[in-house]
């Protein structure tokens, strides 16, 4: 990170993938983690899903530097990060295997463009369980770990939305269901258990 820093131009962007250990652990990388952001350097951090890389299992995020952000071609937005928790956005190609579609790109590439100010992705605003604006004071409150799920909250369930009686009548459809295979399995081990002579 500090490579990257260094040779960025006085009004650049980086982005670099990291383990999301980078995100809160202590010590000495919580050292030059506090320092990239007391010096204003953390524009974005995003959350991904788990299991996106062939070569390794770990969650990872990235982080997305900027320099200059008071000067911006968009939007000033000095002492401001983007949180994004995307870690629920993927499709699953197997067991042990996630991959990004394009609409699950384009969600987290537009709402990056609508926080910097770009006119081509609408106006910005914050989604609860998917993304925050937050500022480094916030960010210093919560002893400068940037895991976005910490800034951007729960989403709200939409099952609230269903009437109770609906609601109820399915719980109860499933509890029902749940009681049948399990009464199934007991006679199945029943059954077992005799032909062996129990």
Not at 77 to 98: C, G, M, V
Request: charged share 35%; proline share 3%.
């Amino acid at each position: 990170m500090q490579h990257i820093l260094h040779h960025l131009k006085e009004d650049g962007l980086a982005g670099t993938v990291m383990a999301n250990g980078s995100m809160s652990v202590q010590n000495k990388q919580g050292e030059i983690r506090k320092k990239i952001i007391q010096n204003d350097l953390l524009d974005t951090v995003i959350a991904l899903p788990k299991e996106l890389f062939y070569t390794t299992s770990i969650p990872a995020c990235i982080w997305i530097f900027a320099k200059g952000k008071e000067t911006d071609k968009y939007r000033d937005r000095p002492k401001e990060t983007l949180f994004i928790d995307a870690r629920e956005h993927y499709k699953s190609i197997d067991k042990t295997q996630n991959t990004l579609k394009k609409e699950h790109i384009d969600k987290i590439a537009n709402k990056v463009r609508a926080y910097r100010g770009e006119e081509t992705a609408g106006e910005y605003e914050d989604e609860k369980g998917f993304c925050k604006i937050t500022t480094t004071q916030e960010i210093a409150e919560n002893n400068y770990i940037i895991t976005p799920g910490r800034y951007v909250g729960i989403k709200e369930n939409n099952e609230d939305d269903i009437p109770y009686d609906i609601k109820m009548e399915k719980l109860t459809s499933e509890l029902r269901e749940q009681f049948k295979k399990s009464n199934q399995l007991q006679k199945q081990i029943e059954t077992n258990l005799e032909r062996l002579g129990f």
